[in-house]
């Protein structure tokens, strides 16, 4: 009797202990933060989320919205399922019923920004200038690239570069992966990556086309090019602003970049999203309206294989002076069902008022390229 005393009490004592430890109302380890440019990214970090933001979610004056959710890299997970997103003015919304929390307790939405701050430490990379990278990543210098996308890595080495650092896959292992990020040909494409060196990560840009000289047994013909900010590139003596587009987006700078924006960039931020089909810059310079088009047109899009703009852009001046400027450059192009072909295209590019950012007309730039 004694034993079987002893050895209930042992068992209470377990359970208390474990109780006390994990707590009646524990924190679930698939609550959680994810970070990532979108649902379909590899590369994602994730944060548990206090119980204070999971009550405000479960208990919230929730409201039905007729607009399209907007972009956005942060979304919260309970109970191992993607249900809602927060966009950087800290309104969440539920992904499946389209509604949204527009107010919160001032108590949670301090909570939710100091949340999102340190989640945008852990998953982004630092905006530093090339001047900055030039003095951290010497010359022989070995780091890793993290594709911002799709999580892979590899290891490079800096050999040159004056106006940006002209690198190259370390051994062939280091190229196969890189191979892999483009998708088993190489491209000029540029993609968003973070440097790690050391315990330090560096936002960046790079593209993925051999060329030049290499010096390394790695199986890949030549060097390729990592962008900073400040970046130029050797020909032109200018900055490229794909590479700056992706630089941000690796700084997880980009959606709040896109409220200031000059027409120009618009249409180049458009070319490239449309080009490398990143869903993620394109939904991010348009309005509610486009963005409902951009849904209901993405196949046609997405049969876009190629695109480029070939042309110098015109003379234009006062932008901030206007709500509306029709921008015509020569695009080259080609779709999965027909050849290549150049078009002098017109993008309609407009605001709502003075004060808000700039955007453009979706409709009339398919309607052109079709």
Not at 129 to 155: H, I, M, Q
Not at 170 to 178: F, G, R
Not at 234 to 243: L, V
């Amino acid at each position: 009797m004694k034993k079987q005393f002893w050895y209930l009490m042992l068992f209470v004592f377990i359970s208390i202990f474990f109780v006390s430890e994990k707590g009646p109302a524990a924190q679930k380890q698939d609550d959680v933060y994810q970070v990532q440019t979108s649902l379909e990214s590899s590369y994602r970090t994730e944060m548990l989320i206090p119980k204070i933001i999971i009550k405000a979610i479960k208990k919230g004056k929730w409201e039905k919205i007729t607009y399209p959710i907007p972009p956005t890299d942060v979304f919260v997970s309970i109970d191992g399922k993607t249900k809602y997103a927060i966009d950087h003015q800290m309104n969440i919304y539920d992904l499946k019923k389209k509604k949204v929390i527009l107010i919160l307790p001032s108590k949670v939405a301090n909570q939710l920004s100091k949340d999102m701050k340190k989640l945008y430490k852990a998953h982004y990379g630092t905006l530093i200038t090339w001047n900055e990278a030039n003095k951290v990543l010497p010359k022989y210098s070995t780091f890793r690239v993290l594709d911002l996308d799709t999580g892979k890595t590899f290891k490079v080495q800096r050999r040159a570069g004056s106006y940006h650092a002209d690198v190259q896959p370390l051994t062939h292992e280091d190229t196969k992966i890189m191979k892999q990020i483009y998708k088993g040909t190489w491209s000029w494409d540029r993609r968003a990556i973070i440097i790690l060196s050391g315990e330090e990560k560096y936002a960046g840009s790079m593209h993925g086309m051999p060329h030049g000289q290499g010096a390394l047994q790695n199986g890949f013909p030549g060097h390729f090019c990592i962008h900073f900010q400040d970046s130029i590139t050797h020909k032109s003596r200018k900055m490229d602003h794909a590479h700056s587009i992706m630089i941000k987006k690796a700084a997880g700078e980009w959606l709040d970049h896109t409220e200031k924006l000059s027409p120009p960039e618009i249409v180049d931020a458009a070319v490239l999203s449309v080009h490398q089909h990143d869903w993620f810059i394109l939904a991010s310079i348009l309005d509610d309206k486009n963005r409902e088009l951009f849904r209901e047109n993405i196949k046609t899009l997405e049969d876009i294989e190629v695109i480029k703009r070939v042309s110098d852009f015109p003379d234009t001046h006062d932008h901030d002076t206007k709500l509306y400027i029709p921008i015509t450059v020569k695009l080259y192009f080609q779709k999965d069902s027909s050849g290549a072909e150049s078009r002098m295209v017109t993008f309609k590019i407009y605001r709502a008022s003075l004060e808000e950012p700039w955007t453009m007309d979706l409709k009339n730039l398919i309607d052109q390229l079709k």
